[in-house]
């Protein structure tokens, strides 16, 4: 963001007079927004925002700047905080300083050219802030994205799984409303990640539900900390880590990694991977839908009763919206899902249930038919020509997830 733009700065004050001033003296600089108090601060903050710089007074009637920069801190904590003080206490102006985490204060009146001078320095700091936020975001971004690639080379079937679940999460995310849920979506996606230790046939008696044996069961029992071993160098995913570290504790708190953890102390995100992992072994071993919801509900201490429910109205749903088709491999297009896994002739698993075709998949599946390596005709699922407006809206944010 060049600084040579004419770029947005809210002042909050309660004198209308020094606030016209502003207007007059930085409009050939800035963009310069006003608010006679606290709260008008807040709405045009919420209205009008993003804003790189915000300057307050600090005695003001019924919020003063204190007050004000704390809240205008959680609403928007990227904004670089100013306060102006015309007054002597200075125990107010250090209680701002901590609550608000305040870039500067400067003291009333205060010259044009350092008041510009504080502004060019504040509009620096959040453009820092914005790059380091997109560095953050790139890196963590690939970082997952390397992962979940060489999970899907290593292990199909745990990458398959990954992504099957990460439709029935996005599906109960938005029909319960949850608001932040990057971590666990990407909590979700990296719940198989371990897998890639796994060698290829234990991963395929994992997932058809086969017996195990006592030899098995001891490399099981280790993936929980192949997971956090793999997870610990990349920055900043905590949230993420701990729905992991949770993921197979019941609502109870059996199984949980840490004494006396259960119910609503379990992460939201833990509690809703762990109902989503467990259906979608269930559907693997009973190969329907209905009979893993019965078998779910019989089992008692295990989930959020509150969960269980929702999760069975967004099954139904996603039901009602996706319709199976039977799909010549040419005609096969961009978005749509393998209903059933893609085995090659010699019975190797090519790609999982559960995924949906990008031009990687798209292009490969292709090729394979060309090869004759696959059969021609694929069980394929495809949005329903059914569905109300209401289901299609749901549709749209599953698909994108």
Not at 55 to 71: C, H, Q, T, Y
Not at 154 to 161: D, I
Not at 201 to 224: F, I, M, N, R, W
Not at 355 to 362: F, G, P
Request: proline share 5%; with cysteine; net charge negative.
């Amino acid at each position: 963001m060049s600084l040579k733009e004419k770029l947005p700065v809210l002042f909050v004050d309660d004198e209308q007079n020094l606030l016209d001033g502003m207007k007059r003296q930085l409009r050939k600089q800035y963009k310069v927004f006003t608010a006679p108090g606290g709260h008008e601060g807040l709405a045009i903050l919420e209205k009008e925002g993003p804003f790189p710089v915000v300057v307050s007074d600090m005695k003001m009637p019924i919020m003063n700047g204190a007050e004000f920069l704390k809240k205008a801190r959680h609403m928007a904590p990227d904004t670089t905080r100013l306060l102006l003080t015309g007054q002597a206490d200075f125990n107010e102006t250090i209680e701002a300083v901590n609550e608000g985490n305040i870039y500067r204060f400067l003291h009333k009146p205060c010259p044009l050219p350092l008041l510009i001078q504080n502004l060019e320095d504040g509009i620096r700091q959040y453009n820092l802030i914005q790059d380091q936020r997109v560095l953050l975001e790139e890196t963590l971004r690939g970082s997952i994205k390397t992962l979940t690639d060489v999970l899907a080379l290593a292990n199909p079937t745990a990458f398959g799984r990954a992504a099957r679940a990460k439709k029935l999460v996005a599906g109960m995310i938005a029909h319960l409303e949850i608001e932040e849920s990057w971590h666990i979506e990407v909590a979700t996606m990296l719940s198989q990640i371990s897998a890639v230790a796994l060698p290829p046939e234990l991963a395929e008696k994992v997932y058809k539900g086969s017996e195990l044996t006592q030899q098995d069961k001891h490399v099981l029992e280790k993936l929980p900390h192949i997971t956090e071993s793999l997870l610990g160098n990349i920055p900043r995913i905590e949230p993420v880590r701990d729905i992991l570290r949770f993921q197979h504790t019941h609502f109870d708190g059996t199984n949980s990694p840490v004494r006396n953890v259960s119910e609503s102390n379990i992460p939201i995100g833990a509690r809703l991977l762990k109902l989503v992992l467990d259906f979608d072994h269930l559907v693997s071993q009973l190969g329907r839908e209905d009979l893993a919801l019965n078998s779910l509900e019989k089992r008692s201490g295990w989930y959020d009763p509150a969960l269980i429910s929702s999760f069975q109205e967004v099954c139904y749903a996603l039901g009602n919206m996706m319709e199976i088709r039977d799909v010549k491999a040419h005609a096969v297009q961009i978005g749509m899902i393998f209903s059933e896994d893609l085995r090659g002739s010699n019975g190797q698993l090519l790609i999982a249930r559960g995924q949906e075709v990008n031009d990687s998949i798209q292009a490969r599946v292709q090729h394979w038919s060309n090869m004759g390596m696959i059969n021609d005709e694929l069980v394929m699922l495809l949005p329903s020509e059914k569905s109300d407006e209401t289901e299609q809206h749901a549709l749209a944010a599953f698909m994108a997830a």
